[in-house]
Structures are given as C-alpha cells and as structure tokens.
C-alpha cells in the first residue's frame, strides 16, 4: 500500500476541486445560435418587411415562426420575453436558452430571416424585475452569446444590451434601435386601488425614477440626431397606450415625456415604437402637441393568449388580437411619399388588424 504525503493530500484536495469545478461550470458559446446577420451597409439590399413578436415560452410549440418565415421578411425582431427564465441560476437560463435553440420553427426561422433581439423582464431573469436584479451581468452575457452577437459589437462595452443599426439605400436610410426597458429601471410603484389606478402598478411619482437610465438616454439622444427616414424603436413594454396598470412606459410618466420631448428637439422623423409583453396585439396611435403622431404596433404573442376582454385604450385603432399573433411593418419606398403598413397577424399568417399611413406623416417638416 503507497503512503501518500501530507503534500500529495493537498494536490489531490486542489485539483479534484477544479475538476469538479469545471464540470459544474458551463460555457455561454455553447448555447449560441448560428443567425442569419444583416450587415449596415450601402450595399444591403432595401428592407421592406419587417417583422416582429415576443413572449415566447420554450416549452410551447410555437408554429406562428413558420408563418413568420413564410412571410418573406427582412428582418424579425424579438422583442422579449423570447423565454421565461425566471431565475437567478445561469445554468439554468441557459438550459431554457437551449431548449428554444432546438425547436425546429425556430432553427428554421434563423435560417432563413435575419434575426436582432431586445430582451424583457422574464428573459432578463425575473418577473417585472429593473436595475436591482442582482444576475444581469451575468445574464446579459448569456442572452448576446444566445444571438451570437459579434465580439467586437458595441453591446458588449457598455452595460446593458441597448443597440441601433442603420441601413443605407440611396438615399433612404432606416434605423433600428434596440431600448433596453430592464438594466437601468427603478422600482415601480404599487398601484393604491384608488383614483383609477388598477391592477399592479400606477404612475410613480418620485422625479428620480428612470426607465432608461442616463447612459442611455445620452445614447438616445445622440441616435436620434442621426439622419434617417423611418426609425423603428423595439421597446419590450408599450409606449403609446392608455395607463392599463400593468408594466408600460405610462407606469414612469415622466420618462415617457421626456422621449417626447426628445423627439421634438431633436426633430427626429420617422419615429414608430413596436412592443410586445401584454398578451395581446394592437395598434396605438397617439397626437402629440407640436410634433407628429406616435404609432405603437403591439405583437405578443408567440406562445401567449389573452382570454379576458382588452383592456380599455382610447389610443387604439380597430381591435385588438387576443390568440397567438407576430407584427408586421411593410415599407414601400419606391413611391415619392413612401407607404408605411402596419399589421397585426394570426397563425394562419392573416392580417387581422391593419393600419396604413404615408411617410411624410411622421415629418416635422
């Protein structure tokens, strides 16, 4: 029998402990996903449908993806909540990460339709979850490993996981920009039950509180002095509905002011949000004093439903769309006052809610 030292205890203890170490660890590149990328370029060919959706659960079926590649788009954006994660585990995000990778609606929209993504609080890790939730480091490093997002992107320098693309063609230019509703929010503000507050949140009323956080809004604010002619911003909650007293940007009124009023000084045209995470699918359009009108193009959901009757929205057009729904944005630039349609789509791939307007709408000019 070989007596082992006191030394040769310690070197087993050490490297036994590294190899269980390594085998309880992960590596987030495992879990990337081999995306269709669409370079900004001048060279790029027109994008002309867009679409878009969210609320995604990984262990539903999700058939609506393949009407969304059947439709022939340029582009697909999620817009949260593409899992519910729900968790401060890494390896546990990244498992319900994975199951989402094997599906094969989903390997086949990748494929086929360039993909850029945002996230919203469940595939940020937590239910309504801002700026405290103590993992978003470490789940920001898992959700751009997930949509391969280049090494050397922007993304990857700053906190969170705001970004913006520009496409060039002639001399038309559309932007992508890609808010971040999650990182940088402040609490919200448990709705009293009076007043006509209702359900879980109301309006906050500290001056302090923040939806984007200053970094981002300086970013904003430097995107929005970019030339463009259409600028569609992918933010997970919605921007231009009526107070509902679930999550939105009406929850933090004075943020939802202040992008306004960015709009307006910075005269940045063009300007139309798309949402997700109510459940549901509709078209807001809101008036603004001194600029033009706000449209918000609501799509969700992939797998979610919603049952009961919609919530109230003086700001709707037409319907809402209560079964499993992607959005839709179709741009025709070749006429001289460019085409802009908006659509609200079912599993059969159908229009069910519609709305159409001209570029020089959304125009301080």
């Not at 449908?49 to 999620?78: M, N, W």
């Not at 009124?253 to 940045?268: D, F, G, H, Y």
């Not at 979610?304 to 729904?325: A, D, F, H, Q, V």
Request: aromatic residues 14%; hydrophobic residues 30%.
């Amino acid at each position: 029998m070989v007596e082992i030292s006191y030394n040769m205890k310690y070197y087993f203890l050490f490297f036994g402990i590294l190899f269980l170490l390594n085998a309880c660890s992960f590596s987030i590149d495992k879990f990337s996903v081999p995306l269709k990328r669409i370079q900004p370029s001048k060279k790029v060919k027109e994008i002309t449908r867009i679409t878009f959706g969210s609320c995604a659960g990984q262990y539903h079926r999700q058939p609506i993806l393949k009407r969304v590649a059947e439709s022939d788009p340029d582009l697909f954006i999620y817009l949260g909540d593409n899992i519910y994660g729900d968790t401060e585990n890494m390896k546990t995000l990244a498992r319900k990460y994975k199951k989402l990778a094997r599906k094969p609606s989903f390997k086949n929209l990748v494929k086929n339709v360039r993909v850029l993504a945002t996230w919203d609080d469940h595939d940020y890790g937590e239910n309504d979850a801002g700026k405290y939730y103590p993992k978003k480091e470490e789940s920001k490093k898992i959700f751009l490993a997930f949509f391969n997002e280049p090494k050397n992107s922007e993304r990857r320098k700053h906190p969170g996981i705001y970004h913006a693309e520009m496409y060039e063609y002639g001399d038309r230019t559309l932007q992508v920009i890609l808010l971040d509703t999650r990182t940088f929010r402040s609490d919200l503000y448990w709705s009293d039950g009076k007043n006509g507050h209702k359900h879980d949140y109301m309006p906050n009323p500290f001056p302090d509180s923040t939806f984007l956080g200053n970094e981002q809004w300086i970013w904003l604010e430097e995107q929005f002095k970019r030339k463009a002619d259409v600028r569609i911003i992918a933010s997970s909650n919605q921007f231009a509905h009526e107070y509902n007293g679930f999550e939105s940007w009406t929850n933090v009124p004075r943020e939802q002011e202040k992008m306004l009023q960015l709009i307006q000084t910075t005269k940045a045209n063009g300007v139309i949000f798309i949402s997700g995470d109510v459940h549901w699918g509709e078209i807001s359009k809101r008036e603004i004093k001194n600029g033009y009108p706000i449209y918000d193009i609501t799509s969700s959901g992939i797998t979610r439903t919603w049952k009961s009757p919609p919530e109230p929205n003086k700001y709707r057009l037409g319907k809402t769309e209560r079964n499993i729904n992607f959005g839709c944005i179709e741009i025709d630039w070749n006429k001289k006052d460019p085409e802009i349609h908006f659509s609200i789509r079912n599993i059969k791939g159908i229009s069910t809610v519609t709305h159409s307007i001209t570029l020089s709408e959304l125009n301080f000019n």
